[in-house]
């Protein structure tokens, strides 16, 4: 058969590499507060929102980056040796291509595979006990399914994207936008919940029948009347328990959190058990993208770090960690550190690993240390949250982790030492004046001359002590 024939303009389109973009994201929102928020429009991102571009090395010595126009030279390969552009717009109107640098985002990533860390699922961490949360990778069958997947039906499975909303980070506006869309589904939801309803009278029907001695394979399905159907709605009004469990069921809504104890005693609409991959989720919300967000595709951590000189390890090699803001209070209250880890900020340092005391630099702000305060660490878990930011776990590394590296943490040295010569000289106090007695008088005496004598190489082997 022969293929449908394109206009030259549609074919250079259709081969275009910078047609082949994907849409940008919606920036990051920031939770509501009735407090001032004092960021700077110019920082980095949680995630990225749009592509980055690279261009080879002859077409980037013109300036040509495969776009409407060429971009200058002073702003791309002269201010970077590893230039990658996002662009905003591709014209303006002002006739200019409007872009910024992509680098904080390609070197993030870059920087996160030298870790060789796989994805895990999120998981709450506890710093204060040994315990080290199980790792579970997004990419096993059972967790890693949507919606639309044709493995839901297996027992234990569990999916990371509902087809309806999380109803508890819907403002008002939106929630009453679903309730709209939801009023125009009432004929198909009526008639699911109706099969929902057969379903479970067969299922009643079955287990009377398996407790009787009766034959299984006779039994036919289950069909209720209208005014039957119309009591069993009736019913599920009057008890919020069983109506909240088929609400979500029939709407594919993602389960709330858990109710606070102060309304336990009071009447709600339970949410079923969470179908969610990670429990985390259920608090804060089905993820945005991929639980791994492509960062890695690495399912374990099973490998195997070997010496060139010394052989296998049990570690990796060790991460140098930057202190970003020590321990203190922040905003009127007791803020925990922040260190950056393959450029990422992460917060919860371990202290419980401090055994030799805590890194300089990481209680206090130190401007002596040369670079700013830095230690070693081990990295042991990552994993991404539903806002698309990705939370890394660490250890300290420990010093068989960095004895075959030959590493060491920074170690502040005394500033407040005694040199070998005062500490010599510690118990003599030098007496420049002399003695209360008569000699002190009279310079032309024997006792006078040998006090002068000795007053005067006192004084200068202070000096020279002095000096040196």
Known sequence: MATARISPTANLLRKSRLFALPQALQPPQDPPSSKPVFESPTATLPHPIRASIVTPPKALARGDWGLKRPLPAKSTSEKSSRP????????????????????????????????NLPMSLPAKFNYSSNVIPRHQSPFETLVDNTETSKTLGEPGSKQYRHSGPWL?????????????????????????????FEAKRFA??????????????????????????????????????????AIFELLDLPSSPAVPSERIGNPYYQSPGTKLSSPEYAVT???????????????????????????????QRPVQTRILRPKGRFKGRTSKAIAGIAGIAVEDLNAMSFSQGPPAGLTFFDATIPGGGKYWVTPIRASVDSEGRIG???????????????????????VFSITEAARRDAFVVP???????????????????????????VARNLVKNLGN
């Not at 910024?100 to 870059?110: G, K, N, P, V």
């Not at 289950?222 to 909240?244: C, H, M, N, W």
């Not at 967000?293 to 049990?314: C, D, E, V």
């Not at 209360?436 to 006792?447: H, I, K, T, V, Y």
Request: aromatic share 8%; hydrophobic share 30%; net charge negative.
């Open 84 to 115: 990658v552009v996002r662009v905003q717009s591709l014209d303006t109107y002002e006739h200019v291509t409007d872009f910024e640098s992509a680098a904080d985002h390609t070197m993030t990533l870059e920087k996160f595979q030298d870790l």
């Open 168 to 196: 508890s980070g819907l403002s008002q506006a939106e929630f009453d936008n679903y309730l709209k869309s939801v009023r125009t589904q009432k004929p198909e939801l009526l008639q699911k919940l109706r099969e929902r």
């Open 204 to 245: 009643e029907a079955r287990k009377q029948a398996q407790d009787n001695g009766e034959d299984l394979e006779n039994l036919q399905p289950v069909k209720v009347t209208d005014e039957e159907f119309q009591v069993y709605i009736k019913s599920l009004r009057q008890d919020p328990f069983a109506l909240g469990p």
């Open 285 to 315: 919300g089905p993820p945005k993208t991929h639980p791994s967000a492509g960062l890695s595709y690495t399912r374990t951590h099973a490998l195997t770090y070997n010496h060139p000189k010394y052989g296998p390890q049990a570690y």
């Open 392 to 414: 890394i776990a660490s250890y300290r590394a420990t010093a068989s982790a960095k004895a075959p590296y030959g590493i060491e943490d920074y170690q502040k040295s005394n």
């Open 431 to 457: 007496r420049l004046d002399r003695e209360l007695n008569m000699a002190r008088f009279s310079p032309n005496s024997r006792a006078g001359r040998s006090q002068q004598q000795s007053t005067d190489e």
